[in-house]
């Protein structure tokens, strides 16, 4: 069974920094791109970053391009988010979701996990 | 940008109503869109695949069509645990999502 389990959320000050974790099992972690979708209170989803399964691709939506990185350690299956320089409209519940194939781009996402809530406030 | 837009908002039906979701992409996306069910406090859960694909474990009264710019998401004979929300996504060019359709009981 497909497992995926994010941690690392929290509270944090803008201009702040926080880092998200994302365990898989389940499955190859390494054939699978993987991906981090948020979801402001009461809003719909967004699509955040994406990572290619063996970490050579990576893509980010444009409001986070700059601020956030995405990275993976295949030897863990684990997949992170780093996120700097951290905004109000940055406070969402993030998921991470796996891709259906390897190839960052062009898939759409099979599995999530709960979700890890950040909260952007001074 | 892809935008995609859904229809409606809101919809109210009851239980064994048949109900249809619409997304339009604001460019051709071809048949690369995917639908998506969540319910509050949880994830979402991938129902449809490359616009018609049912996804392993998803009941047949899910359906989509469509491809190009219009699709539409289909429920037959609503179950109480279909009340949900609802998101489209398209694939084709990077991703993007609608801004969901709420499926409430009438």
């Known amino acids: 069974e497909v497992q995926l389990l994010e941690s690392g959320g929290g509270l944090v000050q803008p201009g702040g920094s926080l880092r998200l974790s994302c365990v898989a099992s389940g499955f190859t972690f390494s054939n699978y791109a993987m991906t981090w979708v948020r979801q402001a209170p009461g809003k719909g989803l967004e699509w955040v970053s994406t990572m290619s399964g063996r970490g050579s691709t990576t893509y980010y939506a444009d409001s986070v391009k700059g601020r956030f990185t995405i990275s993976r350690d295949n030897s863990k299956n684990m997949v992170f988010l780093q996120m700097n320089n951290l905004r109000a409209e940055d406070t969402a519940v993030y998921f991470c979701?796996?891709?259906?194939?390897?190839?960052?781009?062009?898939?759409?996402?099979?599995?999530w996990g709960q979700g890890a809530l950040v909260t952007v406030s001074s | 940008d892809i935008q995609m837009t859904q229809s409606p908002s809101t919809l109210s039906a009851s239980v064994g109503d048949t109900v249809t979701i619409t997304c339009r992409a604001s460019q051709s996306i071809s048949d690369w869109l995917a639908w998506y069910q969540q319910k509050p406090g949880k994830a979402p859960k991938l129902l449809i695949y490359?616009?018609?694909g049912l996804e392993n474990g998803v009941p047949s009264r899910f359906s989509g069509s469509g491809s190009g710019t219009e699709f539409t998401l289909t429920i037959s004979s609503l179950q109480p645990d279909d009340f949900a929300t609802y998101y489209c996504q398209q694939y084709n060019s990077y991703y993007t999502f609608g801004q969901g359709t709420k499926l409430e009981i009438k």
């Open positions: 979701a796996r891709d259906k194939a390897a190839v960052a781009g062009g898939n759409y996402f099979d599995s």
């Open positions: 490359k616009a018609s």
